[in-house]
């Protein structure tokens, strides 16, 4: 199984740009993001900036979220809000591009928190960043979040988000199976491997309760994982826990 740090969410210590070669330091080869500029539309120089960051640690992008809004006051992605659209799609072409410069292989594009969020918006929003995806071989994702922390945000199971990317009817459309939100929410993850693993664009991991690292909590990391590798999952697996005190990165021997 392959991993990948979370640089959103991991290593926030250090600046944005120091993250990629901390990642290497404690032996990863690949890193994930969510939407790492201020706005849709990064200049130039930030991306070049990051892109060298990431390529001078020898380290792969293997997953980068679409601008999903201001996430630390609490928005949840533009995908299906009428008054996000727009911001949504003008990210669009800057993400494609540093995913195609970068090798990335999944973009992840959250739905936005309700009320007032559109389906039809949704689904047009989708299939224009797929076909742009498609360009550099790249995969959108969508992803379930869990209510009891995300309470407006529509998309709460797996069964939501495998409707909404049928409806959607893009190959390179698949779902982002967070497990720790599918777990909070009482889904059986062991056996949503088992049925559908290869609808599985990307996995993110975590343990519950508590969104500590893999084994910090009550989740059966080594049966997941396990089934995961036996279900012929071969994409990176994203680390997207929250970390407290040392030993970040020692979790697969808890």
Same mark, same amino acid.
């Given at each position: ?6 640089? &959103?969410? $991991? $290593? ?25 500029? =201020? ?19 020898? +380290? ?6 679409? =601008? ?44 936005? !928190? ?10 047009? !929003?989708?299939?224009?960043?797929? =076909? ?9 994702? +969508? ?13 709460? &199971? &797996? ?12 190959? !390179?459309?698949?779902? $982002? ?5 599918? /777990? ?17 664009? /990307?996995?993110?991991?975590?343990? =519950? ?6 084994? &910090? ?35 697969? /021997?808890?």
């Amino acid at each position: 199984m392959r991993f990948a740090v979370n640089l &959103s969410i $991991l $290593l926030t210590e250090l600046p944005l740009l120091e993250r990629p070669a901390a990642a290497a330091e404690h032996g990863f080869d690949a890193v994930e993001l969510w939407w790492p500029f =201020d706005g849709p539309e990064p200049t130039a120089a930030q991306t070049a900036d990051l892109r060298r960051a990431i390529e001078a640690a020898g +380290v792969r992008l293997t997953g980068l979220n679409f =601008d999903a809004g201001d996430m630390a006051a609490g928005e949840r992605g533009l995908l299906a809000r009428p008054g996000g659209a727009e911001r949504f799609l003008a990210a669009v072409g800057p993400a494609v591009r540093l995913a195609g410069e970068l090798g990335c292989p999944v973009l992840n594009a959250l739905y936005g !928190n309700g009320p007032g969020t559109d389906r039809e918006l949704a689904v047009a !929003n989708l299939r224009r960043a797929a =076909d742009a995806a498609a360009g550099v071989g790249a995969t959108v994702v +969508v992803e379930a979040l869990n209510a009891h922390e995300n309470p407006h945000y529509p998309i709460t &199971s &797996s069964e939501a988000a495998f409707a909404l990317i049928e409806e959607v009817d893009r190959e !390179n459309v698949a779902f $982002l199976a967070d497990l720790y939100h599918l /777990h909070r929410m009482g889904e059986d993850v062991l056996g949503l491997i088992d049925r559908h693993a290869a609808r599985f664009g /990307h996995v993110q991991i975590a343990d =519950d309760p508590g969104r500590g690292r893999p084994g &910090s909590g009550g989740m059966p990391y080594p049966e997941i994982l396990a089934r995961l590798a036996a279900a012929g999952y071969e994409g990176h697996v994203g680390l997207e826990y929250r970390h407290e005190g040392p030993g970040a990165f020692d979790w697969r /021997h808890a």
